[in-house]
């Protein structure tokens, strides 16, 4: 069992919609990251968060540690969102040299 | 600021070929790893480094070498090329979280396409 689940793992919306990315995972970690993959392969840092919730324009990244889970929001959804989103976590220590990463959501978000 | 640079982008090798993929990073961090991708599965951790001098495994290390003379360079050597080893490879830097996670980010480099036939 992968130490970090990602659902769905794949999304069609409609734009406008509000969208939501969970991810869960199975070792205790003090902080998660959510990374933005493009077609073409650039991957990008969205947010790192250890607790409550950050917020970036139209994206809202929530954790809660204890439940270990944490989700990705995004309001007002664009096709220029459609992307991979991947979730990811530091493996024994906290570290960010040594990340287990989510298999990633597919979103597509149609016009 | 560059950030993180890999080259080449795209190689095509034959089997029992070898390669170095090049990684440097400008910004001073003193984290530097190397992933590889593969289709319907997470990235998965082949070496990383914890500063100049420092090397150690990861998840999926056989067939890869690494080593790391400065801050800025991370190299990644494909000692004798397998089919296995056609993937995408990203290398990722970052600073010390040190004693909160605030401001801490990863960078990522572009990818590279790697083939081997």
């Known amino acids: 069992k992968n130490e970090v689940e990602q659902s769905p793992q794949n999304l069609t919306a409609q734009e406008g919609e509000f969208i939501t990315i969970n991810c869960s995972y199975s070792v205790g970690i003090s902080a998660l990251h959510w990374l933005q993959q493009h077609p073409g392969g650039g991957i990008v840092s969205l947010f790192m968060l250890s607790s409550g919730k950050k917020k970036h324009g139209r994206l809202i990244a929530t954790i809660n540690i204890q439940e270990k889970h944490s989700s990705l929001h995004i309001t007002a959804s664009h096709p220029r969102d459609s992307a991979v989103y991947i979730c990811a976590v530091p493996r024994g220590g906290g570290s960010n040299y040594k990340l287990t990463f989510g298999k990633g959501t597919l979103l597509t978000v149609n016009p | 600021n560059a950030g993180v640079t890999q080259t080449p982008k795209f190689q095509v090798l034959k089997t029992g070929q070898s390669m170095t993929l090049q990684c440097a990073q400008d910004m001073n961090h003193e984290y530097m790893s190397w992933y590889r991708q593969d289709p319907g599965m997470g990235l998965r951790l082949i070496h990383y480094s914890v500063g100049a001098g420092i090397t150690d495994q990861g998840e999926v290390p056989n067939g890869y070498n690494v080593s790391r003379s400065t801050t800025e360079d991370f190299p990644l050597r494909l000692l004798s090329a397998a089919p296995s080893q056609t993937s995408v490879y990203f290398c990722?830097?970052?600073?010390?979280?040190?004693?909160?996670?605030?401001?801490?980010?990863?960078?990522f480099g572009e990818g590279s396409w790697l083939t081997v036939v």
């Open positions: 990722a830097s970052s600073t010390n979280p040190g004693q909160g996670w605030s401001g801490n980010t990863i960078y």
